[in-house]
């Protein structure tokens, strides 16, 4: 609603009915930032044991809960990872993530 009301004074400024900003110094509310839910480590063991049918794709998608979950992954990272992101000799897996940053 400020932002409305900013954007009429403002026309009704540049219209010429108004000689200064009546708001000028209002700031406005800024929204709280809330942390995510964290999982509980029930649900968590939950998640990943549905994922336990002894298929490919359960496995598949097994592993990818784990790393998304005991890495930190972003899910956007997990599956922009190509192939030779992954070092099985040294067991390392390179992840570029926000800002071009490597972890």
Same mark, same amino acid.
């Given at each position: ?5 900013? *954007?009429?004074? %403002?026309? +009704? ?7 200064? /900003?009546?708001? $000028? %110094? ?23 044991? +549905?994922? $336990? ?6 496995? *598949?998608?097994?592993?990818?809960? $784990? ?9 956007? $990272?997990?599956? %922009? ?5 992954? /070092? +099985? &000799? ?12 490597? &972890?």
């Amino acid at each position: 609603m400020l932002s409305a009301v900013r *954007r009429m004074l %403002g026309w +009704a400024q540049a219209e010429g009915w108004l000689e200064h /900003d009546p708001l $000028e %110094g209002i700031t406005a509310p800024k929204a709280p930032r809330n942390l995510p839910r964290v999982l509980l480590p029930d649900e968590t063991e939950r998640l990943i044991a +549905a994922c $336990e049918d002894g298929s490919p794709l359960g496995r *598949r998608d097994r592993a990818m809960l $784990e790393m998304l979950y005991g890495a930190g992954l972003r899910v956007s $990272e997990l599956v %922009g990872l190509p192939l030779a992101s992954v /070092d +099985a &000799r040294s067991g390392l897996l390179r992840v570029v993530g926000k800002g071009r940053k490597e &972890r």
